[in-house]
């Protein structure tokens, strides 16, 4: 149909016709839009949710773990899945998750070493010890004691090197340790020097320890100013050695040297002189002279003496107006006795004091192992002797010790073959010193104490027979024998006393050195029936420090099974302070050499209080042996002494006899 058609002249007909197709195309039209219209909604929303299922599912998941991470939870980890990006995102999520609970862990152990650094530092801060902390040999950490030990302050000490405080001398010590420490190797407390800011040496303790700080290897070190017991020590020492007035050594020096002379006396089949010597009629002078002039004539005589010696030989001053000479090279008697006149000739000048001239004279005894004495309390007895005889004769005379002399006591030397034939027979008896608490009086203990009853010699004292046991290894039954006769003695006594009490039993070193020690002592006391902590075994210095690290782990096995050990004869010799902090042993008995004189003379005081001080500090208990006189008991109350035996409560007793004596209401107690 063409438009000129419709514009031209159409009858009426033809437009309604015309209108009706339009508007048939018109709604036509209309509901193909409708139709398109809603095919596109209906493709839009499948579309939409396709879209939905792989891009909103994992937003949502993403978003939750966000608002559970926003809410701490780091352990929540988001979907790494979806379309690329959206698992870049939940990985990239992830990630800053993973690091925000890195930096979470961190910041707890941050908090955690911040804690234990401001604990450290609060306990160091308080420490009665000085403690550090250094990192390659500088300070890092001191704390307050460490500076009032060092004088330095806190600022003078950090980043410092620790090596400079120490003295010269003792930095090999101190490197050594720190070598130790740092192979991992422990490290065990040692002591050294350190020179403090005001120039003053002091004596350290340190223990260290290698700890992390602030993040590295660093050592912790511990600080103790021990001074005060060096220095004890060292006045002990030299006191305990030494007589004040002559610098000549003293009877302990002498014992010492005696004692070695005769192990290699023993050993070389040779002999040693033993001399005492005692001025005659020196108190006259003293008196009419005054003290002064007489401590200077006791001076000029030791430096005559000195000048009879030859190497190897000793004077030393026993005291008074004693004096006497060891000469271990001794071959002859012929040659002591020409010894002896060289002596007594080297008073034949006078002495001069300010210008004034005196004659004085000695009285010598002499005496020769194995000749007159087979030990060294015996050969100093016998020289004693032979003294008192040549002052009987009159001023000037030498005397050789002769057997006549001995009276009772029997010192001729024992025999190995009598020894064995005794213990076979049972020649031996067991004598109980009582050990008494010295606050109440009261009987807290008693020392096992051998004598062989021989048939002939009659009493033969321990110490005429110990040292040839000892040698000859007879010591091990022997001792055997005296630990479960007196653990079987302690037990049947509470039936017959009292209360009961603690048995002590001497331990010889050859004893010590048992590898078999403790089961001996295990088996004595279950064999007896008798409780750990009632027997107490005494032990010298000289048997512990043969072999400290096999005694340490003895003393230490003995510590285990309650089995009590004391430290014998502490001031008669060998004995020392110095590793007695690190002994596990729970008394020490001093001995009677360093009790003789502390009423008369103020040093032997001095070290006597030293070493119950010292040994208190220590945390053991004194008990003072050989105490003879109330003046002596006195002494040692006001020192604090705990306990104490002598002549001056009781002598040794047989069972019976102590049983006797110290039962309940016999019980005889000194008041002082
Ligand atoms: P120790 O263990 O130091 O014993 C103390 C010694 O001093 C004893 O001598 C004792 O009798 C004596 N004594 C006690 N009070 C006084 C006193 O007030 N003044 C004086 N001057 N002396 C006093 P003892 O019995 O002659 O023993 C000497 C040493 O023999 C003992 O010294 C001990 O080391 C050793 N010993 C004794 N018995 C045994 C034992 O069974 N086994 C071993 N291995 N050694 C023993
Ligand atoms: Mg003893
Ligand atoms: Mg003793």
Not at 172 to 189: C, D, F, H, Q, Y
Not at 212 to 224: D, E, K, N, P
Not at 350 to 369: H, M
Not at 455 to 461: E, K, M
Request: glycine residues 8%.
């Amino acid at each position: 149909m063409g438009l000129d058609s419709f514009s031209g002249a159409r009858s009426a007909e033809e437009v309604a016709e015309l209108r009706g197709r339009a508007n048939e195309a018109a709604a036509l039209a209309f509901w193909f839009a409708i139709i398109g219209g809603l095919g596109g909604v209906v493709i839009a929303l499948a579309v939409a949710a396709l879209i939905a299922r792989s891009i909103l599912q994992p937003l949502s998941s993403l978003k939750s773990a966000a608002l559970a991470v926003a809410k701490g939870d780091l352990e929540m980890r988001a979907p790494v899945s979806g379309p690329q990006e959206l698992a870049q995102l939940g990985t990239s999520l992830n990630q800053m998750t993973e690091s925000l609970l890195d930096a979470s862990k961190r910041r707890e152990l941050e908090e955690e070493r911040e804690q234990a650094e401001e604990m450290f530092k609060t306990l160091a801060n308080s420490s009665p010890i000085g403690i550090f902390v250094a990192q390659d040999g500088k300070f890092q950490f001191v704390n307050p004691q460490f500076q009032t030990y060092t004088g330095y302050s806190e600022d003078e000490l950090l980043d410092t090197e620790c090596l400079k405080l120490v003295l010269p001398e003792d930095r090999r010590t101190v490197r050594e340790n720190a070598i130790k420490m740092l192979k991992g190797e422990g490290s065990s407390p040692y002591e050294y020097r350190v020179i403090t800011k005001g120039g003053e040496t002091i004596w350290i303790m340190e223990k260290v320890a290698s700890i992390h700080y602030q993040g590295r290897i660093a050592t912790l070190g511990y600080y103790m100013d021990i001074s005060e017991r060096k220095q004890a020590e060292e006045i002990i020492r030299h006191l305990a050695y030494h007589d004040e007035l002559t610098g000549l050594p003293n009877r302990k020096l002498l014992k010492d040297r005696l004692d070695i002379a005769l192990a290699q006396a023993r050993r070389q089949q040779s002999k040693v002189a033993m001399m005492f010597l005692d001025l005659d009629g020196f108190k006259i002078i003293n008196d009419t002279l005054g003290h002064v002039k007489g401590d200077q004539i006791l001076q000029m005589v030791g430096a005559r003496l000195m000048g009879v010696l030859r190497e190897g030989d000793t004077v030393a001053r026993m005291g008074g107006d004693e004096f006497a000479l060891l000469f271990p090279a001794a071959t002859e008697t012929e040659e002591a006795l020409r010894i002896a006149d060289r002596v007594a000739k080297g008073f034949d000048r006078p002495f001069v004091v300010d210008g004034q001239e005196f004659n004085v004279t000695a009285s010598i005894g002499v005496a020769l192992y194995p000749d007159h004495a087979a030990s060294a309390e015996g050969l100093i007895k016998s020289a004693d002797m032979a003294m008192y005889r040549a002052r009987d004769r009159g001023p000037g005379h030498s005397e050789l010790f002769s057997p006549v002399l001995r009276g009772e006591r029997t010192d001729r030397p024992v025999r190995e073959s009598d020894l064995r034939e005794a213990l076979k027979r049972n020649d031996f008896v067991i004598h109980y010193q009582p050990q008494v608490d010295v606050r109440s009086g009261k009987v807290v203990g008693a020392e096992a104490l051998v004598r062989w009853q021989h048939p002939v010699r009659g009493t033969i004292f321990p110490d005429d027979f110990i040292p040839l046991a000892e040698e000859t290894g007879l010591i091990l039954p022997l001792g055997e024998w005296v630990l479960r006769t007196a653990c079987a003695q302690n037990k049947a006594w509470p039936e017959a006393r009292a209360y009961p009490i603690r048995m002590a039993v001497n331990i010889s070193p050859r004893q010590f050195r048992d590898p078999d020690l403790v089961r001996r002592v295990t088996e004595a006391l279950n064999e007896a029936g008798l409780a750990p902590n009632r027997l107490m075994l005494e032990v010298t210095g000289h048997a512990v420090i043969q072999d400290i690290d096999v005694a340490l782990a003895t003393l230490e096995q003995l510590h285990v099974l309650g089995v009590e050990a004391a430290l014998d004869d502490f001031g008669s010799g060998l004995s020392s302070l110095s590793r007695l902090q690190d002994l596990p042993v729970q008394a020490l008995k001093i001995d009677r050499a360093l009790l003789r004189d502390v009423v008369t003379s103020h040093e032997q005081a001095a070290i006597a209080a030293g070493a119950i001080a010292v040994a208190h500090k220590l945390g053991l208990r004194v008990i003072a042996e050989g105490v003879e006189t109330q003046e002596q008991l006195a002494f040692l109350k006001e020192q604090g002494c705990d306990e104490y035996q002598g002549y001056l409560f009781s002598k040794p007793w047989p069972a019976k006899a102590f049983e006797w004596n110290f039962s309940s209401g016999r019980r005889r107690s000194v008041s002082v």
